[in-house]
């Protein structure tokens, strides 16, 4: 699969929504796994290690630091 389309698929994030983690909330109740912290700020996205959902930030997404 193509980058480009890995990332068409993937969920969109913006800088709000981090930390990010998987499972995510919009996930069912029947299909979790353990919550694990997705570093998406150094590449704009990553790969849940369980379950394989991509993650993406959005286009633009101002990431706030500490």
Not at 15 to 42: E, S, Y
């Amino acid at each position: 699969m193509s980058t480009a389309t890995a990332s068409s698929n993937a969920v969109q994030l913006d800088g709000n929504d981090l930390p990010a983690f998987c499972p995510n909330p919009a996930m069912p109740v029947w299909n979790h796994h353990p919550r694990v912290f997705l570093d998406v700020t150094k590449t704009g996205e990553a790969k849940c290690p369980y379950c394989g959902t991509a993650y993406a930030l959005k286009p633009g997404a101002v990431v706030h630091g500490h």
